[in-house]
Structures are given as C-alpha cells and as structure tokens.
Nanobody, 124 residues
Framework: QVQLVESGGGLVQAGGSLRLSCVAS????????MGWFRQAPGKEREFLAG????????YYADSVKGRFTISSDNAKNTVDLQMNRLKPEDTAVYYC?????????????????WGKGTRVTISS
C-alpha cells in the first residue's frame, strides 16, 4: 500500500513561487505514473502535471504549461512540483497521486493512491 504525503503549500503573493513535494512510503514512485492535481473551492479536481513511469516523460495541463514543472528524485522517492508566476486562480488544495498501471491517462479515476493534499493560497 503506497502512502503519499504532500508538503510545501502556503500563502504567497501573486507572481511568487512555491515548490511542492510528494514523498512516498510503501512503494517506489518510479514504477508509477505520478500526477499532481488540484481542487479549488466549488470546483472539480483537475489534472495539472504528470510524470510517466519508467521513461519519466512529463505532461502538463494547458493552464499551467510554462509555469509549473514536475520532477522526480528516485533516490529520495519524491515527486516535486515547482510553481512559478503564481496567480490568485491557482489557489486550491494540491494533491499528489499515483497510478499503478501506468498508461498516462491522468484521469481522476485512473489514479490508485492519493495524498491528503496541501493548501496553496495566492494573494492578489
């Protein structure tokens, strides 16, 4: 059973940066498709960025492409999300998730394990 724990959330001003980290226990993250998602108040959870198992190819939603970067550190068993040029509309709870079967579908239903989330608030 993989357990995921996110960290790095907080309150920053618009235009600032944050780096979120997801650490895993009970499994090796490099064998999973790993994704970052977020859920803003009153909105559905949405995919932001993903990194594929084995090849470690990266994928981004259009809304964050060019501002967010996903990366992994196999030695630390972590997946990070570097977020730059943050906007008030980036305010949400951010979740890390793992897909055991791979396939890079990045849908909510395809992810097998979820962290509890870390809150990000961007002030204008």
């Amino acid at each position: 059973q993989v357990q995921l724990v996110e960290s790095g959330g907080g309150l920053v001003q618009a235009g600032g940066s944050l780096r979120l980290s997801c650490v895993a226990s009970g499994g090796t993250l490099s064998t999973y498709d790993m994704g970052w998602f977020r859920q803003a108040p009153g909105k559905e959870r949405e995919f932001l960025a993903g990194i594929s198992r084995i090849a470690r190819s990266t994928y981004y939603a259009d809304s964050v492409k060019g501002r967010f970067t996903i990366s992994s550190d196999n030695a630390k068993n972590t997946v990070d999300l570097q977020m730059n040029r943050l906007k008030p509309e980036d305010t949400a709870v951010y979740y890390c998730a793992a897909d055991y079967l791979g396939g890079q579908s990045w849908s909510i239903d395809s992810m097998d394990y979820w962290g509890k989330g870390t809150r990000v608030t961007i002030s204008s």
